[in-house]
């Protein structure tokens, strides 16, 4: 008997829902809230109300697209935590009257788990172990994957995410929101070893950039002093050693981190990983250390749906299932 899953991811700003069959993704749809752009980040009592309006026809399209109907369906996944509690609990909600009305179980997905395992929606898959850098706007951690459902951080940020680094260096720029992937846009016509910043000496596999958002402060403020336009005139330069910083800073604790593990199947995956500097310098550094990389396609990249059920998929083989009373929780660790 087929194992089809209906999948659902309201962790932030973005409704996401996917249909897999026998751990294949069928459809994978994703409705994206403009709102946030004016006030440069997202608010979320506005994320939550567009996640209301947007679930019932993202979820429909899902399943047409699919060509699955609710009836066949084998269980609901959900994202459980972390994100914004207000979004987590319309998905939640959602999925559980939807479980509870087909009869079905419930399962419960960690959304940070579920941006590792998008390097198994498609091939080649990582052997285990493996290493993966996931790295998002609330994120940055090196993650020991030993088998889909057990990983363990074995490194993360000590203040700001790799994500957050990219999008208030570029509000500093006086770029719009979302930020980072203009840095990555511009970043492409420039020098990254025109401007040098700094990179922080953090112990063990840890990150930090909250100095680096300092620096990058600081340059600006020093520069624009001499010259009000020095931003307009070495934007492209700007991005582009910024961004090799950010990279450099990341992919170096990888280095690390393989060593000190022997892994050599690495990965990564979150938000960022969608950054065109990061998936070249991991290919470059795979050829020189000799690893086997691991990217996923840009859709799975960001926050989408068909992580959810990748996930949902290798706990519904291993029978973990939530119950109805199952709480959505802002912050935890997987």
């Not at 624009?224 to 991005?239: S, T, V």
């Amino acid at each position: 008997m087929s194992v089809k899953i209906l999948a659902i991811e309201s962790s932030c700003d973005d409704t996401g829902a996917a249909v897999l069959v026998d751990g294949k993704i069928l459809s994978n749809q994703i409705a994206n809230q403009k709102v946030h752009e004016e006030y440069g980040g997202v608010v979320p009592e506005l994320a939550s109300r567009a996640h209301q309006e947007n679930i019932v026809p993202v979820v429909d399209i899902a399943l047409q697209k699919a060509g699955v109907k609710k009836e066949e369906l084998s269980a609901i996944a959900f994202t459980q935590s972390p994100g914004l509690i207000g979004s987590l609990l319309v998905g939640s909600c959602f999925a559980k009257s939807m479980a509870m009305a087909l009869n079905i179980p419930l399962i419960g997905v960690h959304h940070m788990q579920a941006h590792v395992l998008a390097n198994f929606i498609d091939d080649p898959k990582p052997d285990f172990p493996f290493l993966c850098l996931t790295v998002s706007g609330g994120h940055t951690q090196i993650v020991l994957c030993e088998s889909p459902l057990k990983m363990r951080v074995i490194g993360e940020t000590l203040d700001d995410a790799a994500g957050e680094a990219f999008d208030k260096s570029a509000k500093l720029l006086g770029l719009p929101y979302p930020g980072g992937p203009l840095i990555d846009k511009y970043a492409k016509e420039g020098d990254p070893t025109r401007f040098k910043f700094p990179e922080p000496k953090i112990p063990e596999l840890n990150f930090s950039f909250s100095g680096l958002k300092t620096a990058i402060l600081y340059f600006l403020q020093e520069n624009q002093q001499q010259d009000p336009q020095f931003i307009e005139k070495n934007l492209a330069d700007i991005c582009a050693s910024i961004q090799h910083r950010i990279v450099s800073i990341l992919l170096n604790k990888v280095v690390k981190a393989a060593e000190e593990t022997g892994i050599r199947d690495i990965a990564i995956a979150g938000g960022v990983s969608a950054n065109s500097g990061l998936r070249t310098a991991l290919e470059a550094y795979g050829q020189k250390y000799h690893w086997r990389t691991f990217i996923p396609k840009f859709e799975y990249c960001t926050d989408n749906a068909g992580m959810i059920a990748i996930t949902a998929y290798y706990k519904y083989l291993a029978g973990e299932f939530a119950g109805l009373d199952a709480v959505p929780t802002a912050r935890a660790a997987f």
